[in-house]
């Protein structure tokens, strides 16, 4: 306790799964390899609600070294309105702030809250509330003038590059994983990403082996796996199983989890005996070995497109009530029938202003990776999968990947611009 008392407060906000794995974490990593500020930093890790969440991030965060502790949505909200806890977590009145996902305001009314006289920082692609940040990280040049044409001082935009990039890691080599996989030299290897949120995952894992069983038929040289997110548990994944031949609005085949010898789940199986593998350690562990991914948007599409794997984005817009959208309209879908027919028509005027679902073809404003973004069928995605791999466009795509070659060490540059700041303000 008396070594607790010494250290200063970092406290960083997060909202999503996206956030938390490739924002929060090199942070916190960078942080913690710097022995002079480890020793002066006890790191507070805060999930505040946000409509993109999971819901099981707390759950992750807590097993990331470095982060003493981690303060889940319900009760920073306790903290945030009726100051409950701020005893309890021992909040120093100085330190930093610093907002890694999510709307920028959560900061500036927890520093009120707790009647701090922090300093905040902020690394976003959506800067506001500039006038209580000290300094603002962004992506590129992109996002800086966008933000300045939105008021935000330019004395406060500091462009590092993009921190996803730092969050990438290399643990395994290509040759051990096709050996540890059994795939022979003939063998490609897809690899499936149904998604971190609950809705995703009910509605496109059935989708998704209905697409399998078609493609391994057709495609005798393919071989396909399951990427699980650490945001999915195998419950959800059982639940949405279950959930196969079900969906109104595509076809989809229901499946059963398989347990090895040592009562893990290795494998899901359906269609007659079929049998798709679990990967569960990630694309640090199996990205060297896909030779073409399909997933859904997000930020795992901008990691796909750092390690160099062609995929294929699939973004229906079949139930469009299910999407989350910022701001108010967001709490349309908890009115009774008009709220959903409203939220219909609001994700739609909103994703109008999108030309692309993913973020590769988003910051380049073309067409990296292929897409699927709209009202879609699963023969669509099974034909696209086909086309793409029968006439080897993946390694085109593959070779339109190399455009992707970030020049700066992202968080390198922010954790020297915040704690150099902070030696020169006094916090050191």
Known sequence: MEQIEKKKDLIIFSNGPGEVSTWVLPVVEAVQKRKNLSHQYRIILIIHPCQFASGTEYLVAKKFDGVETVIGPKEYLKILFTGFGKKKFRFKREGILFSLGGDLMHPVLFNKRIKGQYTLYAYTNNPGWDRHYEKIFIRSEYIKDKSIKRGVSNQKLYITGDLVYSSLKFHRKREDIRSMLDLSQEQSMLAFMPGSRDFEVMYMLPVFLKVIDVVTDRLKDVKAFLIKSPYVSFELIKRALSKGGEIKEVESIAGTLVQSEQGQYRAIEFSKGKRIRILEEGLEYWGKGIDFAVTLPGTNTIQLAYRKIPSLVVA?????????????????KWIPWIGKVILEKAVFHYLKKFQYASLPNMYVNEEIFPELFGIIQTSDITDKIIEILENTEHKKIKEKLFRFKPDHNPVGLIVQ??????VEQGEN
């Open 417 to 422: 611009e915040v704690f150099d700041a902070a």
């Open 316 to 332: 229906p817009l079949n139930k469009p009530e299910l999407i989350p959208v910022e701001g108010i309209f967001g709490f349309l």
